[in-house]
């Protein structure tokens, strides 16, 4: 049952424009979602976090979006750099559970010099 | 400060045998979360120790175990391997219930 899921397996961005990652989850007992980076053969690296308190959240080029009657979650980064080339995963957690998050299948993201 | 640390970052195991990973978390760091990769699954939530207890487990079979020691270091236990257990397995730390920093992972083969 996957309670996260990012549907869009790829995505290809010209560098210099806007690159938007979906998440969208079914349990609206999350309270806390993460957007990390991995590379290959490396483990996730942290981006921006979002509490279920606020609707956005911004830190450089990354903006996170929440939508909590929709049920979804996005990642804005402004503008894409070539570095931003990755798959992104989308993380989110229940409430009173400790640390325990639930992660999206993930997005490769290419953007193109 | 120095990030997450796991060893070895490659392992290969025979099926039948059993393993051991093991986790070191960023300092002040309470919480070990592991995870599993595999091709198309994303991450799959192992088990969380906080303060040397498990606090959450997931829906993994009883071979996968772990244990947090004093220090905070953890190791996670596969016992009996089976050819689907291969897999990039990713350790997390925390302060308490917040962001969670990932090591590099170890990857394991059972041949």
């Known amino acids: 049952d996957q309670q996260v899921k990012q549907n869009s397996p790829s995505l290809s961005v010209q560098e210099g424009r806007i690159s938007i990652l979906n998440c969208d989850y079914t349990?609206?007992?999350?309270?806390?979602f993460l957007w990390y980076k991995k590379y290959p053969a490396e483990g996730p690296t942290f981006l921006i976090s979002?509490?279920?308190?606020?609707d956005k959240n911004e830190d450089g080029r990354f903006t996170v979006f929440l939508n909590k009657s929709a049920k979804h979650l996005s990642l804005h980064i402004v503008p894409s750099q070539p570095g931003d080339s990755a798959v992104y995963f989308c993380?989110?957690?229940?409430?009173?559970?400790?640390?325990?998050?639930?992660f999206g299948t993930g997005t490769s993201l290419t953007v193109i010099p | 400060k120095a990030g997450v640390t796991q060893t070895p970052r490659y392992l290969i195991k025979t099926r039948g045998q059993q393993v051991t990973l093991s986790c070191s978390p960023i300092?002040?760091?309470?919480?070990v979360s592991w995870y599993q990769q595999t091709p198309g699954q994303g991450l799959q939530f192992l088990f969380e120790?906080?303060?040397?207890?498990?606090?959450n487990k997931g829906n993994f079979p009883g071979r996968f175990s772990g244990r947090q020691f004093s220090n905070s270091r953890s190791e996670m236990n596969v016992s009996t391997l089976e050819l689907g257990d291969s897999a990039l397995y990713l350790c997390?730390?925390?302060?308490?219930?917040?962001?969670?920093?990932f090591g590099p992972g170890t990857r394991l083969t059972v041949l």
């Open positions: 300092s002040g760091h309470r919480s």
């Open positions: 120790y906080f303060s040397e207890t498990q606090r």
């Open positions: 997390a730390s925390s302060r308490y219930t917040d962001t969670q920093y």
């Open positions: 993380a989110a957690r229940l409430s009173n559970t400790g640390n325990q998050f639930y």
């Open positions: 349990n609206s007992m999350f309270d806390y």
């Open positions: 979002i509490s279920s308190i606020k």
